[in-house]
């Protein structure tokens, strides 16, 4: 498995204080979280592709029997070995994984659309050849990607938050604490939706002269840590590539859906096109061709 030279990300996720930033993140999103609980079984075999500084480590290698981790930043590996020393990592290529057998995982996470920055879009397919190759039949992918098509923005208010404040305020009185939470949350509505409105104009003016837009797919830059070369693509692009090479598709989710909303079975339908920063899919290796 060897190390990718030559990817013009590679000098930033190397750099220590990007390094030293993942290794602080301590999380899973929602629908990490309950795709995670979903689609891997305990004491399942898993393969952690883009580690990166080891945010999804510690809950995935306490459900699997047996846990790798790889990123093709050195300094992402050493920030994970420094976290975790018990456990298994490793410099590593995504789109070369003839290092590992083929059915030898339950499950592989390309987390936090680590797959878009496998560039060019061979990388991305041979990725993807040997993720099939590595999964026992009926095992998954799980990984989440960017949608080149969103250009909506919503700046949400802490609604709790600020009803808290106003029961600090109110002295007691129930009609007064009423009163100046419909106070705060209105005014913080008013500002977030002029945030949005902004922010929305922003993005829209960057994306929507460019061919990504308007294909479903395409290299964007994304101006996170100084400015990212990244693949976007749509749902129908992302399925289409997957089931061509012989997955199959099991779940869609949009990260601008709410906590409550991943309880139903619609959440694929009402989320919105043009809001969803990222999907995160899931899919099975199907019998062999």
Known sequence: MM???????????????????????????????????????????????????????????????????????????????????????????????????????????????????????????????????ILRPGAVVIFSSHNPRAVLIRVRGNGERLRALARQFSAGSELLCAALAWLLISVRGAVSFGQSGWATLKRAFRRLPTRAFWRGEGILIDPSHGGLLTHYWIPDRVVAELTGLNFGLVRILGDDLLNDDLLDDDHAERSHPYATDWYYYVFAKTLSK
Do not use: W
């Open 3 to 133: 190390e990718r030279s030559g990817d013009p990300n590679l000098q930033i996720y190397n750099a220590p204080q990007v390094a030293a930033h993942y290794a602080a993140l301590d999380y899973l999103t929602p629908c990490e979280r309950l795709l995670f609980q979903t689609y891997i079984p305990a004491e399942s075999d898993v393969l952690d592709l883009g580690v990166g500084g080891g945010r999804t480590t510690a809950y995935l290698a306490q459900r699997a029997k047996k846990y790798v981790g790889v990123d093709y930043a050195p300094a992402m590996i050493e920030a994970c070995r420094a976290r975790f020393p018990e456990i298994e990592f490793a410099v590593g290529d995504a789109s070369d994984l003839s290092a590992f057998p083929e059915n030898s995982f339950d499950a592989v996470v390309f987390a936090f659309n680590g797959i878009d920055y496998l560039i060019p879009d061979q990388a991305r397919k041979k990725c993807l050849e040997h993720i099939l190759r």
